[in-house]
């Protein structure tokens, strides 16, 4: 029996198989993937096989399963297709380990504030880059445009400007009073769209605006800190109605992947050779290097420090292209960004 991983909860993941049930299920055995070693081998959006046997009493998952298993058996994944792609970082507390994001995606939309809280640009930077490593296209939302004052408003600006000019499309929303919303609709059709960002940065409130009847949970930003607290503690996909401009008779179902928020995005899996590649206006001018093997840190005829010279490359862009260098020779991950 094949399906498709559509919650993960930490001990069970709900499979919707391809004759349409969702059964509850477990990971058979040591069942690790080979290549990757990784907090949860299994991760929402995997193709998977399943085989079913009888629980013996062991009981169903517990209340925080979506449930549907048929009663007195328990599902077991015994292999996962191969696929497309991912998005993986480092573990908090594992640093050799991995923790995949959501797996077979088409694209991801990285949730960011300016304020209310602030999201760093090497967070974003890291994101990115990570998504161009397994070829995840990557829309930049940024939310709470209600609630930044003028000078806010001009770096936020300045920010789009910035990404844009680098080659990735940005939306600017206010999901609690739904203002730019309408035109992320047409993004989502047809699409399994992974949902990231920072923790606070309302990704529950924007989901709840795409899909009327979703109610998950959202929370006020920590006055103390303004850092945003965890309102989702597991991965799930949830189903988007095709948006009005969609051929309802052409068009393949709609699927967004919530994911919890996350402080840090330690890289992994990018050598150091292969960074350059990932930061779009770097590798540009990485071309017209002396050397082929320029790391852009101090060789001469370096042509990407002189396009920095020449304000042709933002100083946070690299400063974020350091800071992963970093990550690869100290081999650890690197939280709080």
Same mark, same amino acid.
Request: proline share 3%; with cysteine.
């Given at each position: ?16 198989? /391809?004759?349409?049930?969702?059964? /509850? ?24 096989? =399943?085989?079913?046997? $009888? ?31 991912? *998005? ?14 959501? #797996?077979?995606? /088409?694209?991801? !939309? ?13 967070? *974003?930077?890291?994101? &990115? ?32 400007? $910035? ?11 206010? #999901? ?11 993004? $989502?059709?047809?699409? =399994?769209? &992974? ?9 529950? +409130? %924007? ?13 006020? =930003?920590?006055? #103390? ?6 309102? +989702? ?31 840090? !995005?330690?890289? !992994? /899996? *990018?050598?150091?050779?292969? &960074? ?8 540009? !001018? ?38 992963? %260098? ?12």
């Amino acid at each position: 029996m094949k399906g498709l991983v559509v919650k993960n909860t930490g001990s069970w993941y709900t499979v919707r198989t /391809d004759d349409g049930q969702l059964l /509850d299920c477990k990971v058979k055995g040591n069942f690790r993937l080979k290549g990757i070693r990784s907090t949860n081998p299994v991760a929402v959006g995997d193709r998977v096989e =399943i085989s079913l046997t $009888l629980s013996q009493g062991e009981g169903t998952a517990s209340s925080d399963k979506s449930s549907g298993s048929e009663q007195g058996q328990t599902g077991w994944i015994t292999a996962i297709e191969d696929r497309k792609n991912y *998005i993986i970082r480092k573990s908090i507390n594992l640093s050799k380990q991995s923790h995949i994001l959501a #797996a077979n995606v /088409d694209q991801a !939309f990285l949730v960011v504030t300016v304020s209310h809280p602030q999201t760093s640009t090497t967070f *974003i930077d890291r994101f &990115l880059a990570s998504a161009e490593a397994y070829r995840v296209p990557v829309y930049l939302i940024f939310n709470k445009t209600d609630l930044l004052d003028d000078d806010m408003r001009r770096y936020q600006e300045a920010m789009v400007n $910035l990404y844009e000019t680098i080659g990735y499309e940005c939306r600017q929303i206010a #999901a609690t009073t739904g203002d730019g919303i309408e035109e992320l609709r047409p993004l $989502l059709d047809g699409k =399994i769209t &992974l949902l990231s960002g920072n923790s606070g940065v309302g990704k529950s +409130t %924007l989901i709840n605006q795409l899909v009327p009847g979703a109610n998950l949970r959202t929370a006020e =930003i920590s006055d #103390a800190h303004n850092t945003g607290m965890h309102t +989702t503690t597991f991965s799930e996909m949830i189903a988007v109605s095709p948006s009005p401009s969609s051929s309802s008779l052409s068009a393949l179902p709609s699927y967004l992947i919530d994911t919890p928020g996350i402080k840090g !995005f330690g890289t !992994f /899996d *990018i050598e150091k050779e292969e &960074l350059t590649s990932y930061f779009k206006e770097i590798f540009h !001018f990485s071309k017209e290097c002396r050397f082929s093997n320029c790391t852009h840190t101090h060789e001469p005829g370096c042509a990407v420090l002189k396009a920095l010279e020449d304000h042709y490359i933002a100083e946070s862009r690299y400063q974020s292209y350091l800071s992963m %260098l970093d990550d690869k020779d100290e081999g650890k991950y690197r939280e709080g960004y």
